[in-house]
Protein backbone atom coordinates (compact mmCIF):
# COMPACT_ATOMS: atom_id res chain seq x y z
CA UNK A 1 0.00 0.00 0.00
CA UNK A 2 1.50 3.84 -0.82
CA UNK A 3 1.89 5.65 1.98
CA UNK A 4 0.16 9.44 1.48
CA UNK A 5 2.14 11.93 4.34
CA UNK A 6 -0.08 14.96 5.82
CA UNK A 7 -0.31 17.02 7.73
CA UNK A 8 -3.37 18.59 10.58
CA UNK A 9 -3.70 21.57 8.79
CA UNK A 10 -6.69 22.47 6.60
CA UNK A 11 -5.07 24.20 3.84
CA UNK A 12 -2.81 21.60 3.04
CA UNK A 13 -1.87 21.44 -0.89
CA UNK A 14 -3.43 18.27 -2.36
CA UNK A 15 -0.70 16.51 -4.49
CA UNK A 16 -2.94 13.57 -5.42
CA UNK A 17 -2.96 11.16 -2.26
CA UNK A 18 0.34 13.37 -0.44
CA UNK A 19 -0.62 16.33 1.90
CA UNK A 20 2.20 18.30 3.63
CA UNK A 21 1.92 21.27 5.46
CA UNK A 22 4.43 23.15 8.22
CA UNK A 23 2.22 23.34 10.88
CA UNK A 24 2.58 21.76 14.30
CA UNK A 25 0.47 19.38 15.91
CA UNK A 26 -2.15 20.41 18.50
CA UNK A 27 -1.97 17.18 20.42
CA UNK A 28 -1.65 13.30 19.72
CA UNK A 29 -5.31 13.17 19.94
CA UNK A 30 -6.15 14.46 16.65
CA UNK A 31 -3.96 11.58 15.08
CA UNK A 32 -5.90 8.60 16.42
CA UNK A 33 -6.29 6.29 13.25
CA UNK A 34 -4.92 2.63 12.91
CA UNK A 35 -2.82 3.42 9.93
CA UNK A 36 -1.59 7.20 10.90
CA UNK A 37 2.25 7.56 12.12
CA UNK A 38 2.82 11.18 13.47
CA UNK A 39 6.86 12.08 12.91
CA UNK A 40 9.46 14.75 13.14
CA UNK A 41 10.77 16.18 9.91
CA UNK A 42 12.61 19.10 10.59
CA UNK A 43 11.01 21.52 12.46
CA UNK A 44 7.47 20.09 11.79
CA UNK A 45 5.63 16.93 12.88
CA UNK A 46 3.99 15.11 9.54
CA UNK A 47 1.65 12.51 9.88
CA UNK A 48 2.14 9.66 7.51
CA UNK A 49 -1.05 7.19 6.74
CA UNK A 50 0.54 3.78 6.22
CA UNK A 51 -1.10 -0.02 7.15
CA UNK A 52 1.20 -1.34 9.69
CA UNK A 53 4.65 -0.60 10.73
CA UNK A 54 6.53 2.39 8.70
CA UNK A 55 8.39 0.40 6.13
CA UNK A 56 12.24 0.66 6.70
CA UNK A 57 13.06 2.44 3.99
CA UNK A 58 10.74 5.62 5.32
CA UNK A 59 12.27 5.44 8.39
CA UNK A 60 15.85 5.41 6.94
CA UNK A 61 14.49 8.21 4.39
CA UNK A 62 13.25 10.50 7.64
CA UNK A 63 16.03 9.76 9.35
CA UNK A 64 18.44 11.02 6.56
CA UNK A 65 16.14 13.93 5.64
CA UNK A 66 16.27 15.15 9.28
CA UNK A 67 20.35 15.05 9.00
CA UNK A 68 19.88 17.41 6.04
CA UNK A 69 17.47 19.51 8.09
CA UNK A 70 19.82 20.22 11.10
CA UNK A 71 22.35 21.45 8.65
CA UNK A 72 23.69 24.99 9.77
CA UNK A 73 24.10 27.93 7.85
CA UNK A 74 27.24 27.61 6.33
CA UNK A 75 27.61 24.04 6.95
CA UNK A 76 30.48 24.00 4.14
CA UNK A 77 31.90 27.14 5.48
CA UNK A 78 31.26 28.55 1.95
CA UNK A 79 28.08 30.95 2.68
CA UNK A 80 25.63 27.67 2.44
CA UNK A 81 22.03 28.05 3.44
CA UNK A 82 19.97 25.75 5.93
CA UNK A 83 17.73 23.76 3.92
CA UNK A 84 14.26 25.20 3.59
CA UNK A 85 11.74 23.39 5.69
CA UNK A 86 9.22 23.69 2.87
CA UNK A 87 11.59 22.23 0.70
CA UNK A 88 12.44 19.38 2.94
CA UNK A 89 8.74 18.24 2.95
CA UNK A 90 8.12 18.35 -0.64
CA UNK A 91 11.27 16.31 -0.85
CA UNK A 92 9.44 13.71 1.51
CA UNK A 93 6.42 13.74 -0.69
CA UNK A 94 8.57 13.07 -3.81
CA UNK A 95 10.48 10.23 -1.76
CA UNK A 96 6.97 8.67 -1.01
CA UNK A 97 5.87 8.62 -4.51
CA UNK A 98 9.57 7.27 -5.92
CA UNK A 99 10.55 4.98 -3.46
CA UNK A 100 8.59 2.38 -4.45
CA UNK A 101 9.99 2.03 -7.84
CA UNK A 102 13.62 1.41 -6.44
CA UNK A 103 15.37 -0.87 -4.75
CA UNK A 104 17.78 1.05 -3.60
CA UNK A 105 17.85 4.37 -1.26
CA UNK A 106 19.02 7.14 -2.61
CA UNK A 107 21.95 9.38 -1.00
CA UNK A 108 19.91 12.56 0.38
CA UNK A 109 22.19 15.71 0.78
CA UNK A 110 21.93 19.68 1.17
CA UNK A 111 22.19 21.35 -1.50
CA UNK A 112 24.38 25.06 -0.86
CA UNK A 113 21.11 27.14 -1.63
CA UNK A 114 18.79 25.20 0.79
CA UNK A 115 17.55 22.52 -1.04
CA UNK A 116 17.67 18.83 -1.00
CA UNK A 117 19.32 16.34 -3.23
CA UNK A 118 18.61 12.94 -4.18
CA UNK A 119 21.20 10.28 -5.75
CA UNK A 120 21.06 7.42 -7.55
CA UNK A 121 24.21 6.34 -8.95
CA UNK A 122 25.44 2.47 -9.49
CA UNK A 123 28.40 3.66 -10.97
CA UNK A 124 27.67 3.00 -15.27
CA UNK A 125 24.21 5.60 -14.53
CA UNK A 126 23.81 8.55 -12.38
CA UNK A 127 20.04 9.77 -12.06
CA UNK A 128 19.79 13.43 -9.49
CA UNK A 129 17.20 14.85 -8.60
CA UNK A 130 17.12 18.42 -7.50
CA UNK A 131 14.39 19.59 -4.84
CA UNK A 132 15.22 23.04 -4.95
CA UNK A 133 11.55 24.77 -3.59
CA UNK A 134 8.03 23.21 -2.80
CA UNK A 135 7.63 22.42 -6.75
CA UNK A 136 10.65 23.50 -7.88
CA UNK A 137 13.58 21.84 -8.97
CA UNK A 138 15.34 19.19 -11.70
CA UNK A 139 15.92 15.98 -13.10
CA UNK A 140 19.39 14.90 -14.27
CA UNK A 141 20.21 11.34 -15.64
CA UNK A 142 23.30 10.30 -17.81
CA UNK A 143 24.22 6.97 -18.96
CA UNK A 144 28.12 6.73 -18.94
CA UNK A 145 28.58 3.81 -20.93
CA UNK A 146 25.93 4.87 -23.94
CA UNK A 147 26.73 8.74 -23.61
CA UNK A 148 22.92 9.35 -23.30
CA UNK A 149 22.11 12.88 -20.71
CA UNK A 150 18.59 13.68 -19.93
CA UNK A 151 17.46 16.30 -17.88
CA UNK A 152 14.41 18.01 -17.49
CA UNK A 153 12.06 19.98 -14.71
CA UNK A 154 10.64 18.14 -11.40
CA UNK A 155 6.81 19.04 -12.11
CA UNK A 156 3.61 17.67 -10.25
CA UNK A 157 3.14 15.04 -12.51
CA UNK A 158 6.08 12.25 -10.88
CA UNK A 159 4.82 9.57 -13.30
CA UNK A 160 7.88 10.14 -16.17
CA UNK A 161 10.49 10.15 -13.09
CA UNK A 162 9.17 7.41 -11.38
CA UNK A 163 9.63 5.44 -14.83
CA UNK A 164 13.12 6.95 -14.89
CA UNK A 165 13.87 5.35 -11.40
CA UNK A 166 12.36 2.33 -12.16
CA UNK A 167 14.24 1.85 -14.98
CA UNK A 168 17.27 2.97 -13.62
CA UNK A 169 17.90 -0.87 -11.92
CA UNK A 170 16.76 -2.72 -15.25
Do not use: C
Request: proline share 6%; hydrophobic share 35%; charged share 25%.
Amino acid sequence: MASAVKSRSDDATSLTETFLAPNPVPSSTAWESDTAHQVRLGKSLVRIEHVGNLPDWMREVLARLNQVARMPENWDTYGAVPVNQRTLEHSLLVLTKLMPASRYLPRILASTHGGVLLQWDDGRRELEISVDAPMRGSVYYTDHESGDEDEEQLSLDLKPVIQRVGSFWR
